[in-house]
């Protein structure tokens, strides 16, 4: 018997959906974006911290929120079938908040391990993530990877990454090293994941490969308050909007404390780091 999309995100904090996206509808996602990327900047464009002129992310920076202005965008962000599969994980149909493309070229750095929730704060409730790929995705080119379980962790206290190899700098403890997991996706895979579930990726190693990947945050249906980066939230299908409260940053984070069962994170740090968006 197979385990349902449901019953694989309750256990694991994700689950992957294979093939959701024809291969063809990939490939003009993948020359649409490419050309945006081509003609120029954006709002909302960034390349990483740190970033020196020889660090290929400065030539193909990260898109964020272009539904806002991008028509192919937002049909994507609310599309059928990303509503159906979230509405059967979640029990009900989101709400839409952000889309981004990553174009992660050759040689060109990852993502410390975080949490999607550190920065929407979605209550009640969490974010949900629907991460596309628009090419193979794998080790070598620095494929997502995530904590199966952590979603039942709260949210961390978080501490500084290593900008070396991670353009984003700060990232979250785990208590053991080794936890996460590759995720190897063909283009037009979409991998659904909870807004607690700790995951990040590697540098691109390649030489000639990108890794792209179209993702869409969305909230639950039920949620009432979102960070004010994400507003505001759309309905999914007709994409109108509607008006929630804004969520603050800060609050307690959870801290790694021993016990006779092994690691546990309590809520007994305070957040000093808050970001915008990440």
Request: proline share 6%; net charge negative.
């Amino acid at each position: 018997m197979s385990v349902s999309y449901k019953e694989e995100f309750e256990q694991a904090g994700y689950t992957l959906v294979r093939g959701l996206f024809e291969v063809e509808e990939v490939e003009r996602l993948r020359d649409h974006y490419m050309e945006l990327r081509h003609r120029g900047s954006y709002q909302g464009d960034f390349s990483g911290h740190t970033s020196a002129d020889r660090d290929p992310l400065r030539r193909y920076p990260r898109m964020a929120q272009m539904h806002r202005w991008d028509d192919t965008s937002l049909r994507w962000m609310i599309d059928a079938r990303l509503d159906k599969v979230m509405t059967e994980i979640l029990g009900r149909s989101p709400y839409a908040v952000q889309t981004m493309i990553y174009f992660k070229p050759p040689g060109s750095r990852g993502q410390a391990l975080h949490q999607d929730n550190f920065y929407l704060k979605a209550e009640p409730g969490t974010c949900v993530a629907a991460w596309m790929a628009l090419d193979r995705v794998d080790e070598a080119n620095g494929c997502l990877e995530v904590v199966p379980g952590s979603h039942r962790w709260p949210i961390l206290c978080t501490e500084k990454a290593d900008t070396t190899v991670s353009f984003t700098d700060v990232t979250v403890p785990l208590p053991e090293q080794g936890a996460a997991v590759p995720i190897v996706m063909e283009p037009g895979d979409v991998l659904f994941f909870h807004g607690a579930l700790v995951h990040g990726s590697n540098p691109n190693v390649t030489t000639d490969r990108f890794r792209r990947a179209l993702i869409g945050h969305y909230i639950e249906g039920e949620a009432e308050k979102v960070a004010s980066y994400y507003h505001p939230a759309l309905r999914m299908g007709d994409g109108s909007e509607l008006t929630l409260e804004v969520a603050e940053g800060g609050g307690e984070c959870g801290e790694w404390t021993d016990t006779p069962d092994g690691p546990v994170a309590v809520l007994t740090g305070t957040q000093t780091i808050t970001r915008k968006h990440e």
